[in-house]
């Protein structure tokens, strides 16, 4: 490991030449990727220093207890030994995950795209949950939310919203929210005070950009119609919805929440980008996946991944066993705690794998 680690420290140095070179200012998404790497590399390296430290610091500590007769200065000797034997193990550990391969994807913008399920107007509602929370959390990370359609229900849920969260390791946050999310609770139409279940869908796309993929216009279908609101009807005197279908997939996209049909169109296409763009993804894939499928899961959307109990403000993640009695502060976008144990299980079962 400690070979791979000083051939990486050389790469960091040549890296770091190549983009004070006032040449490669000149191809910005050249210089982007640099950068991207850069920035990973950095995390990895300063690791890799504070542990080159803490071992000199090891061997100074006992090059002193050897020397050391004093009863007291020995005893301060070994406790600094232990202290800093703990935090070499960490700091390996750190190391390890830090050189597992990194996910190209992560650090894209994401498309997310909610969907009601089982249980009527409870899930839609849910639905509508979920979305807040995690505009919410977007906010908390300093990201950008744009809705970019929805289909609302009467009592004011949606049966789908699809909206889009832009900035950095949005993906890399966010992917593991892919799959089934269930909602135990009181509905407020309920007087006998019975919990009901109900269910709500989850898709986390990174989204395309131009380079990753292109759409033959070909291939595509466009249809206008007017927008329509809960219960069908109409908001819109004029045809400003479009519905875009990708031919060769029968993917459709509909949207309808801008009043120009050049926005609308814009929108669609961007969530058709998406949607490809992970069932390429998904297929390049195909074959790691089914090789190990570790204890995050496969994303799948059929896949129940959590549980929010409301009656005991309880969260629960099946895919790694961690249930907090806080649901009031998740819904309310504090959603770090879970997402980087996600992270952490994902990446110590790549270590595994790595290592195996």
Known sequence: MFSRLEQI?????????????????RDPGRYKTLMQEHAHLSELISCYRRY???????????????????????????????????????????????LVPRDPLDEKSSILEIRAGTGGDEASLFAADLYRMY???????????????????????????????????????????????????????????????SAVTVAVLPEAEDTDIRINPEELRIDVFRSSGPGGQSVNTTDSAVRVTHIPTGMVVTCQDEKSQHKNKAKALRVLKARLYEAEEARKNAER?????????????????????????RVTDHRINLTLYKLDLFMQGELDEIVESLKLSDHEEKLKTQNG
């Open 135 to 197: 505009q919410r959390y977007a906010e908390r990370e300093g990201w950008k939310t744009e809705l970019m359609t929805a289909s609302e229900t009467e009592v004011g849920g949606f049966k789908e919203v699809v909206f889009s969260i832009n900035g950095s390791q949005v993906y890399g946050n966010l992917k593991y929210e892919s799959g089934v999310h269930r909602v135990q609770r009181v509905p407020a139409t309920e007087s006998s005070g019975r919990i009901h279940t």
């Open 9 to 25: 420290e050389q790469q960091y140095q040549d890296l770091e030449r190549r983009i004070s070179d006032p040449e490669i200012h």
């Open 289 to 313: 996946a089914n090789a190990r499928k570790n204890q995050i899961g496969s994303g799948d959307r059929s896949e129940r991944i959590r549980t929010y109990n409301f009656p005991q403000n």
């Open 52 to 98: 080159v430290e803490v071992q000199q610091e090891l061997r100074d500590a006992g090059s002193m207890l050897d020397a050391e007769s004093d009863p007291e200065l020995r005893e301060l000797a070994h406790e600094e030994i232990e202290r800093l034997g703990e935090h070499e193990q960490e700091l390996e550990r750190e190391l390890k995950l830090l």
